[in-house]
């Protein structure tokens, strides 16, 4: 079988001026092809970023850091590519979705010019790309897309601005989509439009996600295969209700303690902490 | 944003009104009356005087000379467009329009402003040609910089950044002239060459562009360093921004990343700085303009204040104020369209703080007409209150340098050794330290080390060559040289014609530290010969030992920083600190003064405190220590805002709230609590900070404000080469030491500045 991508032994090291950190220690995992998506959990600090900026080389560069292993995107291993090849998985074959959409965004650019750049970029075939990004702009939901266009990023919401990250990732119509905890920045309310506008366009659009997050409760109902990272490792890995059910670490199943249930009155919400050291 | 411009342009009248009291007033401070000595001078047209006397006021109907605020009045009402007769000696009543009449000037013997016609826009095209200079390779540089970070590319242009830093504005204009004299390639100054008025149109513009090269390099190189900096380290910042990563993942090439996505952003800081520069450059033209000759606005301030020919320092301010807020004005318009998150507020919303701002200023002005009353109503109390005040101020001002010295040199002391181990780990730190340590030395033991007195002329050998040695007999000689021919300038020396020098022997006696008498320096020439010298570094136009009047002259330079930035630190502390402390109108109010301090071109505040306060009958301690006191006063302004910054960072910290809970006093607070906690951040900009003390008492003392002869300084040496052509001509290339010793001493902080921020916070910006 053909994965999507397939990421094997792979291992991630900052180097400072006198001492090294490997912050991944050779984790293995894939993606199919066919819209599967797959949630990578674990506490802040666990690589999960890292790792995935790794997909694409967005490390900084050999002395600062260096990653090792196999990245497979669609048969070709990402971290041999030159310069030029790796733009072209750039985007088109994988675009990202970061934590912070109010930094991500480049402040004294329009969004439409933005998301045009990367129109631009990948279907050079478009000739109507102003139309293309207002199309874009409706397709995630922002209203008068026609008039937001010439807006900047700090004359929106947080909300909006990840909207437009997501406008701005949908345009490269890539086979992956990265999303980096794209809800963590926002409030409540707007995490669950946001989380349903990803599933909207999943469907819609047929690309495979890999979603990061800390928090089980948007994993379910919305991925297929879970994984667990801890401190650079991956701890556990399934589908989804199997972990769900049967959790074989104690790192997952004090993560899933911490789902807030509905309706179920707790004294006090508990931390990860107290639930592995109760355990 | 129509509204913006307005505001900002009504803002300049009070700013205009304050600074044009000021300079009066300064002017009136100054001893010697302008009036007296244009009756004095032979040349002036006793008509002209008669005129002027009439029309601005000078003296009143008995031919009495008026009091300064009378002249004041006059001035305002002839600068004004609509004039009352009686009051720009017209006879007739009732109100008239006209065009502003700046005076005249003695010296030049024109109106004032045909004056300012021509100078004015030479200076205004040099400022702009140098900051378009400056930009055009500081944008660059430092984004390669920033591109190829640590590569050579990056080590050879911070250590060419450093050098640029360090090299006083007006020793580099006097290596520019040394090196059109010696090319031939540039003209050695003025604005146009002789033939100009005869070359047609495009000729002379040509003409004015060639002369305009060098001073736009040498007024550009200065900038261009701070700029490559600025440009370098926000052009790093922004490479790892999360907007960059957000094009790359977006398949942006590499290229227009760097040169669309972080150039437009990095770029920002160096507009914001483009209404600073301004200002600085203001200055330095000043002394460019001096030593390349250039007849612009600085020279003409410059002259016009030595010569106290008022009306023309009072347009000529004027005119430099003017064109400041003209430059931040448009400085804040590119901004404001190159950045869209800044909105040009024109309404309402900053009207407050504007009308406090004109607040400080009234308060300037009251305080200003206080004293006019006063001396209308009540002279000799006037005169009272301002011995007494006088005696108060030294006295005060002697205590608080000594305190702040002993302070400071304290917390030095202790910050030091805690540092000291991180400083001498870094090559660069322990050469620096190196290098400073020699120095001080150098000047502690200046009267042991240097062979000669620093006045002992020795008029048969004018510009002598620095002595060869040779070894004979066992012993170290040193050659001696005779003129090649009677009133030439070159020397040969003969064969064996030499000398033996003996070490530790026996001299005039002085006193080391000023205390402890001596007799022996470190070594002499013996020889029967009076006129036999040894000249390590060569001699003057007088023959004085060069390198003896260098040691000297090192401890004028070298203890000017390190008191001047005592006294700035104390101050600054106390003002900055309390600020932050506690905020509101206290802030508000230092933070506009501050502000103040820090718009007007620092060089031209220096000239007109140093005219007001510095009489011709003064001893050279006492200039020293008015020198200070100016530097200090001037330069804390600086320092009360990083100040005031970190003092707000802290202030909400736990360990603060609960020494304020437990109920202790505020100074107690200020100096247990907060001061640890800025120490070192203050030595690391204090450190930075006193190169700027020692090149402004070397340019002062340069344009011959300072220290003045016999004495010696470091500015006041290099004084003897400016527009000595012989100097050049003939290669008496040891005459321009001094230019070195400023250069090496200031690089020599500026390093250890830099790796002292190093250790303390790697991510710390201090300029
Ligand atoms: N540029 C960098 N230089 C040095 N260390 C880094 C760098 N980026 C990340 N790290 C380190 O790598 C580790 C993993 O970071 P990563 O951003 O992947 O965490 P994360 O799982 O995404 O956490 P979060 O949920 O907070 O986003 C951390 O310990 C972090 O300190
Ligand atoms: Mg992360």
């Known amino acids: ?279 | 944003m129509f509204a913006f411009i307005i505001r900002r342009l009504l803002s300049l009248v009070p700013l205009l009104l304050g600074v044009s009291l000021l300079v009066s007033l300064l002017m009136y401070l100054s001893p010697g009356d302008f009036l007296t000595q244009a009756r004095a001078a032979k040349d002036i047209d006793p008509a002209v005087i008669e005129q002027q006397e009439r029309q601005l006021g000078l003296v009143n109907a008995d031919g009495e000379a008026t009091a300064w605020f009378v002249r004041y009045g006059h001035w305002m009402a002839n600068i004004s467009l609509v004039k009352y007769g009686p009051w720009v000696g017209q006879p007739e009543e009732g109100l008239s329009f006209g065009w502003p009449y700046f005076g005249e000037s003695w010296t030049y013997k024109v109106e004032v402003f045909t004056l300012l016609k021509q100078r004015v826009p030479a200076t205004f095209i040099l400022s702009l040609t140098s900051i378009f200079f400056a930009w055009c390779i500081a944008i660059p540089l430092g984004v390669l910089a920033a591109i190829y970070k640590d590569s050579i590319f990056d080590r050879i242009s911070a250590l060419l950044a450093y050098a640029a830093l360090s090299i006083p504005e007006f020793f580099l204009a006097i290596l520019a002239v040394y090196f059109a004299a010696i090319t031939g390639i540039f003209p050695e100054g003025g604005r146009s060459s002789v033939e100009s008025e005869f070359l047609g149109l495009g000729a002379r513009i040509l003409d004015y562009g060639y002369h305009l090269i060098l001073p736009t390099v040498v007024l550009g190189i200065g900038s261009v360093a701070g700029m490559m900096r600025i440009m370098r380290a926000n052009f790093i910042d922004y490479m790892q921004a999360e907007f960059a990563t957000t094009a790359r993942a977006k398949g942006v090439a590499e290229r227009v990343i760097m040169f669309k996505h972080v150039l437009r952003n990095a770029i920002n800081p160096l507009i914001t700085a483009f209404g600073y520069s301004f200002a600085s450059l203001l200055s330095g033209a000043l002394l460019v303009e001096n030593v390349m000759n250039y007849p612009g606005l600085g020279q003409l301030i410059y002259e016009a204040l030595i010569r106290e020919d008022q009306y023309v320092v009072m347009a000529g301010v004027l005119i430099g104020v003017v064109m400041l807020v003209f430059g931040n004005l448009f400085s804040d318009l590119l901004l404001g369209w190159m950045d869209p998150r800044i909105r040009l507020e024109g309404g309402a919303k900053n009207g407050a703080s504007g009308q406090k701002a004109n607040l400080v200023w009234l308060v300037l002005i009251g305080i200003i007409a206080l004293q006019i009353l006063l001396e209308v109503f009540a002279p000799s109390l006037l005169g009272m209150i301002g011995l007494i005040l006088k005696y108060i101020g030294l006295l005060l001002v002697g205590l608080l340098a000594v305190a702040c010295v002993l302070l400071v040199g304290y917390i030095v002391f202790t910050l030091f050794r805690r540092l000291i181990g991180g400083v001498l780990r870094r090559p660069m730190g322990a050469a620096a330290l190196a290098v400073l340590t020699l120095l001080y030395c150098g000047a502690l033991f200046a009267p042991a080390i240097s062979p000669y007195p620093i006045t002992e002329q020795n008029l048969v050998k004018p510009y002598h060559p620095p002595t060869g040695f040779a070894w004979k007999d066992g012993a170290l000689h040193a050659k001696l040289y005779q003129k090649e021919a009677v009133g030439s300038p070159t020397y040969i020396h003969s064969e064996d014609a030499t000398a033996p020098i003996v070490w530790f022997s026996k001299s005039e006696s002085y006193k080391l530290f000023g205390l402890i008498p001596m007799e022996r320096k470190l070594f002499q020439l013996e020889t029967e010969d009076p006129a036999a010298r040894v000249y390590l570094l060569g001699s003057d136009a007088t023959g004085r030992d060069i390198f003896s009047r260098l040691l000297h002259g090192s401890q004028v330079s070298l203890s000017i920083g390190f008191i001047g930035i005592s006294i700035t630190l104390i101050l600054g502390f106390i003002v900055g600190s309390l600020a932050g402390y506690y905020g509101g109108t206290v802030d508000f109010v230092a933070m506009r003064l501050v502000e103040l301090l820090m718009s007007i071109p620092g060089l031209y505040l220096l000239l007109a405190l140093r005219s007001a306060f510095i009489s011709p009958d003064f001893s050279p301690t006492q200039v020293y220590m008015v020198i200070i006191i100016i530097l200090s006063v001037i330069g804390w302004a600086g320092t009360a805002r990083i100040i005031r910054g970190m003092t707000l960072s802290i202030r909400n910290r736990p360990f603060v709230v609960a020494a304020e809970s437990m109920g202790q006093c505020v100074p107690m607070i200020l100096i247990k609590h907060i001061l640890p906690n800025i120490a070192s951040y203050l030595l690391v900009a204090a450190t930075l900070a006193i190169p700027g003390y020692i090149l402004a008492e070397a340019a002062l003392s340069f344009l011959g404000l300072g220290i003045s002869e016999p004495s010696a300084s470091w500015g006041l040496m290099l004084k003897q080469s400016q527009g000595n052509m012989i100097v050049f001509f003939m290669n008496f290339w040891w005459m321009l030491t001094p230019g070195l010793a400023i250069f090496v001493t200031v690089i020599a902080y500026n390093v250890l500045g830099d790796v002292l921020r190093d250790i303390v916070d790697p991510k710390m910006q201090t300029r």
């Open chain 1, 1 to 279: 079988m053909s994965d999507l991508l397939k990421v094997s032994d792979l291992r991630i090291a900052f180097h400072s001026r006198d001492e090294t950190n490997e912050v991944v220690h050779g984790i293995n995992f894939s993606v199919e092809t066919s819209g599967q998506t797959v949630a990578i959990l674990g506490e802040s600090g666990s690589g999960k970023s890292v790792s995935c900026m790794s997909l694409t080389q967005l490390l900084p560069k050999p002395p600062d850091c260096t990653v090792s292993g196999e990245i497979l995107f669609q048969g070709e291993n990402v971290l041999e590519m030159d310069a030029e090849a790796i733009r072209g998985v750039r985007g088109k074959g994988i675009a990202y979705i970061f934590q912070e959409p109010s930094s991500s965004l480049n402040p004294v650019f329009t969004i439409g010019y933005q998301i045009a750049e990367a129109v631009r970029l990948h279907r050079p075939d478009i000739e109507n790309v102003k139309g293309r990004v207002i199309e874009l702009l409706e397709l995630v939901g922002i209203r008068d897309a026609a008039k937001r266009y010439s807006a900047y990023p700090h004359e929106m919401s947080g909300g909006m601005q990840q909207r437009v990250m997501i406008a701005m990732a949908l345009a490269c119509e890539p086979e992956l989509l990265v999303a980096d905890e794209p809800t963590t920045a926002l409030d409540v309310t707007i995490q669950a439009q946001i989380m349903n506008l990803l599933r909207e366009l999943r469907e819609k659009l047929g690309m495979s996600i890999i979603l990061i997050t800390h928090n089980f409760g948007i994993v379910k109902g919305f991925a297929d295969e879970v994984i667990v990272m801890y401190r650079g490792e991956i701890v556990e890995q399934g589908a989804v209700e199997s972990v769900l059910e049967d959790p074989q670490h104690s790192y997952t199943k004090a993560l899933i303690a911490c789902i807030p249930k509905l309706g179920q009155k707790q004294k006090r919400l508990s931390t990860i902490e107290s639930e592995m050291a109760g355990r």
